[in-house]
């Protein structure tokens, strides 16, 4: 079974603190691909970023960071030096070849940064 | 360039009612998706689509119709709505097989069953 855990439910941060949100995915699948989608108080559902699972590079966007580990099967994002505007309910999803590329959401994790 | 839309936005509804969900895209993605979302259980999928006339059942289907005749539409049915099926609902869209590629999300909608 394919599954994605998002321990964290809440996080509240001061601005300016780094902050990291974990992912951990279960799948038997080989190929697969992880996913970030930020869902600010507005509602919408935005991309962040797509890992597929042969890819293990760390990747930096600015301020954000994603570490890939498939050794724990980790997914986890890190915001540096978190502003106002970071706080968002953030979700990771997982997407496999057998599972004909349904997604899979995690439950999410919700953001609060602190002025 | 409206993209994916999504209407309405907002529904109040009474149980045992029929409701319809529209969900609209302008990218001609093959895929589209209904999703719910639910507090304590992130998004959870509905129903999909691979293309016109092809649907297939998600997670969370019961209740729920869907149908799909032409590329841009899907809309999602609820027959007889119960209270549990209150709940923001989320369509998307993606571009040829579903796995590598991200899914683009309509703005939702609020519906809630009384």
């Known amino acids: 079974a394919q599954k994605v855990t998002q321990a964290q439910t809440e996080i509240s941060v001061v601005e300016k603190e780094d902050v990291t949100l974990d992912c951990v995915y279960e799948?038997?699948?080989?190929?697969?691909?992880l996913f970030w989608y930020k869902q600010p108080p507005s509602g919408e559902l935005v991309f962040l970023i797509r890992?597929?699972?042969?890819?293990?590079q760390n990747e930096i966007s600015g301020r954000y960071s994603w570490n890939f580990q498939k050794s724990t099967s980790s997914f986890n994002f890190t915001i540096t030096a978190s502003q106002v505007v970071d706080s968002a309910v953030y979700f990771c999803?997982?997407?496999?070849?057998?599972?004909?590329?349904?997604?899979?959401f995690g439950q999410g994790t919700e953001l609060s940064v602190k002025p | 360039d409206a993209g994916i839309t999504q209407s309405p936005r907002y529904k109040i509804t009474e149980t045992g009612r029929q409701v319809t969900l529209m969900c609209h895209q302008t990218?001609?993605?093959?895929?589209m998706f209904w999703y719910r979302q639910d507090l304590g259980h992130g998004l959870r999928l509905i129903y999909y689509?691979?293309?016109?006339?092809?649907?297939d059942k998600g997670e969370v289907p019961d209740g729920y119709v869907v149908s799909r005749s032409k590329t841009e539409n899907f809309p999602l049915t609820l027959e007889s709505a119960t209270r549990s099926q209150t709940s923001v609902y989320f369509c998307?869209?993606?571009?040829?097989?579903?796995?590598?590629?991200?899914?683009?999300f309509g703005p939702g909608t609020r519906l809630t069953v009384t």
């Open positions: 998307a869209s993606s571009d040829r097989t579903g796995v590598s590629y991200e899914q683009y």
């Open positions: 799948t038997r699948d080989t190929t697969y691909y």
């Open positions: 890992r597929n699972s042969f890819d293990e």
């Open positions: 999803a997982l997407s496999s070849y057998n599972q004909g590329g349904k997604l899979i």
């Open positions: 990218w001609s993605h093959s895929y």
């Open positions: 689509s691979a293309a016109a006339d092809i649907t």
